[in-house]
């Protein structure tokens, strides 16, 4: 394991794959997703124990709402059983967990925006660690909102700075990422934490992210311990 100052504080992962995962081994679409629920809750463990202090990760986009109306209810069976489950929420307690979701909130179902509110309002005082889930998210609707905001403050044109616009994105509070990790071969930022990612380090895993494993998880903080981040310098 690398040491402590060589490990990435925020990480972004994109948990791709999980549809060709099960397809090639004749499962059911569903099934990949559920082995990717699974995978990711190691995911979690195996990122706190090396020192990273947020998670970022790709859950749901605001593009993937075009998908099969089965796959989407079943998706969002999947995060309102993760973010309900008792058990969980008294993980996220015990070990400090904030968990927010990011995304338009407005867009999900009743039931499951309920669950976001009891698990967001039960961590809220949490600060050893940070789980940003992104459901019915979008870069450029981040940043979208982000403006919005600032236009209805009344803020003046000149006044506007990057702060001013980070300080109204999803993630505001918290550092920017420093690793990307993303699995099942795709190298794009598919319209992810566009604002938020600009210098961040890019690993990209070639695994379906159902096959994706901790010494992975080690392969991708071992390259980015090699990396010389420069920031635009």
């Known amino acids: 394991m690398e040491q402590q100052n060589n490990i990435p504080k ?12 099960a397809k090639e081994r004749g499962f059911p679409t569903l099934e990949g997703h559920r082995r990717g629920k699974e995978n990711f809750e190691g995911f979690l463990d195996w990122c706190r124990a090396r020192g990273v202090t947020v998670i970022t990760v790709f859950g749901f986009s605001s593009e993937n709402w075009n998908r099969p109306e089965e796959e989407v209810h079943y998706l969002m069976d999947l995060f309102e059983e993760y973010l309900g489950n008792v058990k969980d929420i008294e993980k996220f307690q015990r070990e ?6 990011i995304g338009q909130k407005e867009r999900l179902r009743p039931s499951l925006q309920k669950v976001i509110a009891h698990v967001e309002e039960q961590t809220k005082n949490n600060t050893r660690f940070y789980l940003n889930l992104a459901v019915s998210y979008g870069g450029k609707w981040d940043i979208t909102q982000a403006v919005r905001k600032i236009v209805q403050e009344g803020i003046l044109a000149e006044e506007i700075t990057e702060d001013t616009i980070a300080q109204r994105l999803s993630t505001a509070g918290l550092p920017d990422p420093d690793l990307i990790i993303r699995a099942g071969g795709e ?25 994706f494993k901790e010494q992975d998880l ?3 903080f071992a390259e980015y311990a090699q990396r010389q981040r420069r920031f635009g310098h």
């Not at 400090?96 to 979701?101: A, L, R, W």
Request: overall charge neutral; aromatic content about 22%; charged content about 20%.
């Open 187 to 211: 190298k794009r930022f598919s319209n992810f934490v566009l604002w938020q990612g600009a210098y961040a380090e890019l690993y990209f895993c070639p695994k379906y992210w159902p096959d």
């Open 96 to 101: 400090g967990i904030h968990v927010s979701i």
């Open 218 to 220: 080690d392969d991708a």
């Open 10 to 21: 925020h990480v972004v992962l994109f948990p791709d794959g999980n549809r060709r995962w």
